[in-house]
Nanobody, 126 residues
Framework: QVQLVESGGGLVQAGGSLRLSCAASGTTFSEYDRLIMGWFRQAPGKEREFVATIGWSGSIYYIDSVKGRFTISRDNAKNTVYLQMNSLKPEDTAVYFC?????????????????WGQGTQVTVSS
C-alpha cells in the first residue's frame, strides 16, 4: 500500500512561488520508479482538476493553464515528486493533491490513479 504525504502549501501573493512536495512510503525504490505521479487540484465548489503528470520514463504533461508557470519533477532516490509553481494567480487557489498510478504513458484523469495524498492548501491572494 502506497502512502502519499504532500507538503509545501501556504498563502502567497499573486506573482509569487511555492514548491509542493509529495513523499511516498510503503513502496520500494524500484516500485516507486515504475509509478506514474500526478498533481490535481480542487477549488471550492469545483471538480477535481488535473494539473500535471510525470511518467516513470520522465515524460511530462501539463494542463494548458499552468504551462510555462509550473514544473513537475521527481526524485526517485527520495521517492518524492515536486510541483514548482511560479507566477501564481488567484485562480490557482485550491487544495492540491498528489496521486500515484500504475500503467504506461501518462495519466490525466483521477479515476486512473490508485493512491492519493490528503491534500495541501494553496491560497493566492490578489
Amino acid at each position: 500500500q502506497v502512502q502519499l504525504v504532500e507538503s509545501g502549501g501556504g498563502l502567497v501573493q499573486a506573482g509569487g512561488s511555492l514548491r509542493l512536495s509529495c513523499a511516498a512510503s510503503g513502496t520500494t525504490f524500484s516500485e516507486y520508479d515504475r509509478l506514474i505521479m500526478g498533481w490535481f487540484r480542487q477549488a471550492p465548489g469545483k471538480e477535481r482538476e488535473f494539473v500535471a503528470t510525470i511518467g516513470w520514463s520522465g515524460s511530462i504533461y501539463y494542463i494548458d493553464s499552468v504551462k510555462g508557470r509550473f514544473t513537475i519533477s521527481r526524485d526517485n532516490a527520495k521517492n518524492t515528486v515536486y510541483l514548482q509553481m511560479n507566477s501564481l494567480k488567484p485562480e490557482d487557489t485550491a487544495v492540491y493533491f498528489c496521486a500515484a498510478g500504475r500503467g504506461f504513458g501518462l495519466l490525466t484523469t483521477p479515476e486512473k490513479y490508485d493512491y492519493w495524498g490528503q491534500g495541501t492548501q494553496v491560497t493566492v491572494s490578489s
